[in-house]
């Protein structure tokens, strides 16, 4: 009499689904054996429990099969070309290390310092870069001094008006107060 068909459903008892696994695993170990003797196959088995114990068969090698199984499904490949990406982002790392090495000692040199390193052709290429920037700094300068003077001279400009203004009011002011006050002499 054989046994009767099994429910596929997570053991809730901890004891039996623990001796559950080991049986199983134990038998699911026997198998692949056996397909790797009968049938000459090349078989990898990795299980792991509930609590990460790790058990494995292979036959011959398990790293064997396992890099057989990425060349097989092309993840050697994406490992490959993984490997080009990173050696790539690394030059852009190298290459950007040296640009920002440069351009720190290229400021050094804009501030006077470190140029024992520099030849006179070096220095007189400085001198002629310090030279534009200075005459662009200064024209620079007088663009905005001479948009604050005609700031000024456009705010002076309303000021003065509306002090001219206020002056008429205060004696438009006061006129209307002397008239007010001598018909009170009358």
């Known amino acids: 009499m054989g046994r009767g068909k ?4 997570r053991i809730e008892n901890q004891t039996s689904r623990q001796v559950t696994f080991s049986k199983r695993r134990t038998g699911l170990l026997k198998k692949a054996f056996e397909l790797s003797i009968l049938c000459d196959a090349e078989v990898a088995l990795l299980i792991f429990s509930p609590s990460g114990k790790a058990y494995q068969f292979a036959s011959p090698d398990i790293d064997r099969t396992i890099l057989r199984y990425k060349n097989e499904v092309g993840l050697s490949k994406t490992i490959d070309q993984g490997f080009r990406a990173m050696e790539v982002r690394r030059s852009e790392i190298e290459d950007m290390t040296r640009t920002i090495d440069e351009l720190e000692a290229r400021d050094k040199h ?26 662009r700094i200064r024209s620079k300068k007088r663009r905005i001094i001479s948009e ?34 001598s018909i009170f002499l009358d």
């Open 110 to 135: 804009f501030a006077g310092e470190d140029l024992s390193t520099l030849g006179m052709k070096e220095l007189k290429q400085l001198e002629r870069q310090l030279r534009i920037g200075v005459e």
């Open 148 to 181: 604050q003077i005609n700031w000024l001279k456009r705010r002076h400009k309303i000021l003065h008006e509306e002090n001219i203004h206020l002056q008429k009011q205060v004696r438009l002011h006061e006129l209307r107060e002397g008239e007010g006050s």
């Open 6 to 9: 099994v429910e596929l459903k």
